[in-house]
């Protein structure tokens, strides 16, 4: 099984600035990583699938990068909308295995 | 539009049985593998189990936390999708969530599963 580490489980950061969120996985699985935002009381949203794939319509403030094990996921100029959760979830094997989340606030 | 509904939450007593249901539409169901994803409250995404196409005869794989306790099938003359669940136990209290393909890219809006007594 894959472990996936992610960091950092919290963020408060200030309107404007950039939001950098990392997971590491405790095997290689290429670029098979993709990113997800969750707002209370909704399912998570799909925002970068594998190989660094923007998801369409998805705002290009919101990107990632990464290959094998080490993964970084960045939102350029955090909007007040960009208050959220966030999940990495690693798609090279089963059983799929989510990081523990990323709880974003506004500073 | 893909559209993913899920049914049949509940709340049911420890070694219960429930059966949760996804009904999809907007894309061609009987090509895409299909997943539940699980959320207990205030943590973090659980894979739960997934089923692929009849392409790849029906192949079913399940979390170690819930094999032989349930079992996801699915009909794709309805397109629908299914997670018989028995044996319940108070850990498996959560939002179930009916998901597409291998990546996870469509949700539906989930089905709460309470287990207590």
């Known amino acids: 099984e894959t472990t996936v580490t992610q960091s950092p489980a919290s963020l408060s950061m200030a309107i404007g600035e950039k939001v950098t969120i990392r997971c590491i996985t405790s095997t290689d699985i290429d670029d098979d990583m993709n990113w997800y935002q969750q707002k209370p009381g909704e399912p998570p949203k799909l925002l970068i699938s594998e190989g660094n794939t923007l998801r369409p319509g998805v705002p290009s403030r919101f990107s990632s990068s990464g290959y094998g094990t080490d993964f970084v996921f960045t939102i350029e100029n955090m909007l007040s909308e960009d208050v959220a959760d966030y999940y990495c979830l690693q798609s090279d094997n089963l059983p799929l295995t989510f990081g523990s989340g990323t709880k974003l606030e506004i500073k | 539009e893909v559209q993913l509904v899920e049914s049949g939450g509940g709340l049911v007593q420890p070694k219960g049985s429930l059966k949760l249901s996804c009904a999809a539409s907007g894309f061609t169901f009987n090509t895409y593998a299909m997943n539940w994803v699980r959320q207990a409250p205030g943590k973090g995404l659980e894979w739960v189990a997934r089923?692929?196409?009849?392409?790849?005869?029906?192949?079913?794989y399940y979390a170690d936390s819930v094999k032989d306790r349930f079992t996801i099938s699915r009909d794709d003359s309805q397109s629908m999708l299914y997670l018989q669940m028995n044996n319940l136990k108070t850990e498996d209290t959560a939002m179930y969530y009916c998901?597409?393909?291998?990546?996870?890219?469509?949700w539906g809006q989930g089905t709460t599963l309470t287990v207590s007594s």
């Open positions: 089923i692929r196409s009849k392409s790849n005869n029906y192949a079913t």
């Open positions: 998901v597409r393909r291998l990546g996870l890219d469509y």
